[in-house]
């Protein structure tokens, strides 16, 4: 949690939605069975936190509204010491209308159990009747996809992009290592701490794979490899494809297979439908921008490879000339054992 300075850190005004949706009626339809989870409860994959409940924050402003709720500045109150957290609330309700409730308890299991600086921890969960909380690690700099929406040409320079780019491949060898294979890698799962080092903070369809080819389609378009949208088993290949989309939206600004929604161009030149994107996908069919330096180009043609088990793997990307080139250190300080992988 963020550090014990935490009383003289202004979490702003809270604007009283959670009571409003009460009043709306986004809390009726009361479902104590379901997702009746709590992370002081025994029995759970992670040992037990102390028992929580809303009474224990004072809320502050609204960092943002998800599709099954809302997001939440929150301090915890004395007796506790004060930690700054985003307490994330979702409507029951909703989530089992949504048929949801497997893959919340499945995110939820995922994400208690990781400790990683580039990882988006969960200290904890608590729920009432109609509503779960998620004790959110706090990302001050908020989400990644809207501060490229900021920078010219949403282009970041080769440095700042490459640095990122080291930050992900050691939380991605993280999971790997544990067996979790994250398979949505985009922007949008993406925020910034306060320091603006990446966090990954999304594990809606991250899966365990224990030594299992999985064969469920899932993800974004712009970011499935070719296995996956010709529909066979994947692996842990997948995040290494979309690693190297990362790299490359980074520098470029938009993914390199890009799907454009015909509707938005009418009467315009529409360079690439839907139907395209796959079939570039699935023929590789990568054309790299002139302005990309010999490393970076390297490393995107190393990682976007047709064949899964062709893709560099994770310890190679961390010792590749064009993270070394701007981050010499990136191997070195790895928090993972690379040799395993
Ligand atoms: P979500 O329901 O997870 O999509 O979250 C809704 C919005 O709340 C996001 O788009 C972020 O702007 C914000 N948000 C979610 N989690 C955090 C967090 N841990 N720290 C800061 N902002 C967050």
Redesign the pocket.
């Known amino acids: 949690m963020a550090p014990p300075s935490a009383p003289q850190v202004d979490v702003g005004r809270y604007d009283g939605g959670l009571e409003r949706d009460e009043r709306k009626g986004r809390r009726t339809g009361d479902h104590p069975d379901v997702l009746n989870i709590d992370s002081a409860a025994a029995g759970a994959s992670h040992p037990p936190t102390r028992s929580w409940r809303l009474k224990d924050f004072d809320l502050g402003k ?10 939440y ?1 929150a301090r915890t109150r004395p007796p506790n010491p004060a930690y700054i ?2 307490l ?1 609330c ?1 409507y029951k309700k909703e989530l089992v209308e949504g048929k949801l409730e497997k893959q919340v308890r499945r995110e939820i299991e995922i994400q208690m159990n990781l400790r990683h600086p580039h990882i ?1 921890r969960l200290h904890g969960y608590f729920h009432d009747t109609g509503r779960i909380f998620l004790m ?5 700099k ?2 990644m ?2 501060y490229m929406n900021k920078v010219p040409y949403r282009r970041f320079p080769e440095k700042q992009a490459a640095l990122y780019i080291a930050q992900m491949t050691d939380a991605l060898a993280y999971l790997h290592s544990k067996h979790i294979i994250h398979r949505d890698i985009k922007p ?1 799962n993406l ?1 910034l701490g306060i320091y603006g080092e990446l ?1 990954i ?2 594990f809606g369809w991250s899966v365990h794979a224990p030594g299992n080819r999985r064969t469920t389609m899932c993800g974004t378009l712009d970011y499935l490899p070719p296995e996956m949208v010709d529909c066979l088993p994947h692996g842990e290949g997948v995040d290494l494809w979309a690693l190297g989309v990362l790299t490359y939206e980074f520098c470029e600004g938009a993914p390199p297979f890009e799907e454009i929604d015909s509707q938005q161009y009418e009467g315009a030149h529409n360079p690439y439908s839907l139907a395209d994107t796959y079939t570039r996908i699935s023929n590789v069919d990568l054309r790299l921008p002139d302005r990309f330096s010999p490393e970076l180009r390297d490393l995107v043609r190393r990682l976007i490879r047709k064949e899964p088990e062709k893709r560099l793997p994770l310890k190679d990307v961390l010792r590749h000339p064009w993270i070394i080139k701007y981050d010499p250190e990136a191997y070195q300080r790895s928090s993972v054992n690379l040799s395993k992988h």
């Open positions: 609204a960092l943002g509204k998800g599709k099954f709720g809302r997001v500045m957290i985003a994330k979702m988006l959110l690690e706090f990302a001050a908020g989400e996809y809207k949008e925020l966090k903070g999304d």
